[in-house]
């Protein structure tokens, strides 16, 4: 895998309209909680990795660009119905988070999925799946959908104190290796390697072809398009966010646009509306 220059990522505050829903001891907090993923959670899952860092930082003239990587806090990412994404351009890495009219809760679990960057930050790892297909190496996206309590510590004026987020699962290393059992997830609710279908997404490579391809899914789930916007550094046909709802009579209907497609499971659903959007 390339190793980048540096292992430290520098949160900004770039917000405005949601300046008020959380302020400067909300993202000590946050900072603590990445620390502490990183340190734990995700070290465990991909311990030959080195352990990074994360630190706020009050303005980006005062990161070098090529040793620390900014994770910007945003009213909106840029990305249409995507609540973060993680880039690579001109050689740099960054990543960009929703803010606006989401909980504490929501916008730390963007925050930790978005440390996936740190794992496959070019996009250079494409692992192999059973049949023959690619998917890239990322830790958040299989299972984004599958949530638990999280405990974050931190000493705040010499007092030691923790708070409870609710934020997402992750695979680790072992998910792609065909010889591992065990340890594969932070929840340990993942049976073996290249188990699918799990509660998120991931892309796919097959040939020349590149599709998102769903696994467990609930009624009213937005599918952010994390990582797919133009020039983002993992890219997909699938440009925008479906949705996926339940009928009346039982079946399940993907909707992008103005395209409606049925099937009797989510899965089916959404592997109609992917098959739409493949070349002939």
Known sequence: MIQPSSHHIGI??????????FGDRDIAWMVAACN??????LKRLFP?????????????SSIDLALVWPMA???DDGL????????????????????????????????LHELEMCFNPYIVEW??????????????????????DYEVSQKIGGVNQTKTFKVQNMVGARYWDPNANGDLDIKGEVAAAHHWPLPGYRVIRDGTKR?????????????????????????????????INQEGNGQ?????????????TPQQALDFLRKSLLPA
């Not at 001109?90 to 960009?96: M, N, P, T």
């Not at 909707?255 to 009797?264: E, I, P, T």
């Open 80 to 111: 249409p119905s995507a609540l973060g994404h993680h880039y690579s351009r001109w050689g740099l890495i960054g990543a960009a988070v929703d803010c606006l009219n989401r909980t504490l809760d929501d916008i730390l679990s963007t925050m």
């Open 48 to 60: 030959d990795e080195p352990i990074w860092t994360v630190e706020y930082y009050t303005s980006i």
């Open 36 to 41: 502490q993923f990183l340190r734990n959670e």
């Open 252 to 264: 399940w209907v993907a909707s992008l646009d103005q395209g409606h497609f049925g099937g009797d």
């Open 12 to 21: 900004l505050d770039y917000r405005e309209k949601s300046k008020n829903q």
């Open 127 to 148: 692992m192999k799946l059973p049949d023959g297909r690619e998917t890239p190496r990322e830790a958040g996206d299989p299972v984004q959908w599958s949530m638990f």
């Open 73 to 75: 806090l945003m009213d």
């Open 211 to 243: 599709y998102n391809e769903f696994g467990n899914v609930a009624a009213g789930a937005q599918f952010g398009a994390r990582k797919f916007g133009p020039g983002s550094r993992t890219w997909s046909l699938l440009r925008q966010a479906p949705t």
